[in-house]
């Protein structure tokens, strides 16, 4: 079975020629220690700045670099940094290991007080999908992007998410996830409807669990080790896995510590053998 893979690049342009050469690197060595056998079907990379043809390049690279059977992606527009920036996701993924039927993001509808999602068929026009609705008065404000496809044939939806840490609601944005799982499947409908979905990101709190509330419940699964989950950053677990599926186990949970260097990541990578 493939795997799914995420990390948070830490204001990752693609401008740096410094940074592009050790970001390569670091793939380089997680591609190396990657389950044997295991293709990377999905990967996240998040806390990205800009949408230029440039990154677009540049990540091409670098996730052909983590596994070289990742021969698409896409760059969605999903909210704004702590420091007005405004921030994109790139999902990459491999034509080999999934069929992806559509993609889009969903984001905070600050006046109707409810999260938006964007779904776009595919085949995509372009590399970019901007965020048709977002609060761009509100800092450190971001929702998750996601693809939907079908993986050995079965059908499901894949999101990936950079939540908000210092000046945002980061437990209103955690929480909120289970409204935006909720509402892509809703937008998506048939095989999709109550397709499983999984997210992986840069949660800034805690691995738990959250009941269904408003939306969907989901599941955390983190890398363990000696019972506890392990740190993906200098001293936290911030970096794991939400599922639909609580039969998914944690065992499944992987993390890379290689890309946690300095002018990389301040985060580790994480995978889920799926």
């Not at 509808?109 to 995509?124: E, I, Q, S, Y």
């Not at 709190?205 to 969907?216: F, L, N, Q, S």
Request: with cysteine; proline share 5%; hydrophobic share 50%.
């Amino acid at each position: 079975m493939p795997m799914l893979f995420h990390q948070n690049m830490r204001t990752f342009g693609g401008h740096s020629a410094i940074r592009n050469a050790l970001y390569g690197v670091c793939f380089g060595q997680v591609a190396a220690v990657l389950p044997v056998g295991v293709p990377v079907a999905v990967a996240g990379f998040t806390e990205i700045t800009n949408a230029s043809v440039g990154l677009q390049a540049q990540m091409a690279v670098l996730a052909q670099t983590l596994d070289a059977g990742i021969n698409n992606l896409l760059v969605m527009q999903v909210g704004t940094s702590a420091l007005g920036i405004t921030e994109y996701i790139v999902v990459a993924w491999s034509n080999a290991q999934i069929a992806v039927a559509a993609a889009g993001q969903v984001t905070y509808d600050n006046l109707a007080r409810t999260w938006t999602p964007n779904a776009v068929a595919a085949p995509f026009a372009n590399a970019y999908i901007p965020a048709p609705h977002m609060d761009y008065g509100a800092l450190d404000s971001r929702g998750p992007a996601w693809v939907a496809g079908t993986i050995g044939g079965v059908a499901g939806i894949f999101m990936f998410m950079h939540n908000m840490y210092s000046l945002g609601d980061r437990s209103g944005g955690l929480v909120g996830l289970r409204m935006c799982a909720a509402m892509v499947r809703k937008a998506l409908g048939g095989a999709y409807a109550a397709a499983p979905v999984l997210i992986g990101g840069d949660f800034n709190a805690a691995p738990h669990d959250m009941d269904t509330g408003r939306g969907v419940g989901l599941y955390a699964r983190a890398a363990m080790a000696m019972g506890v989950p392990i740190n993906t950053t200098a001293s936290n677990p911030y970096d794991y896995w939400l599922v639909t599926n609580p039969a998914v186990v944690a065992a499944n949970a992987h993390v890379f510590a290689q890309t946690r260097v300095p002018n990389a990541s301040d985060h580790s990578g994480i995978g889920l053998v799926l």
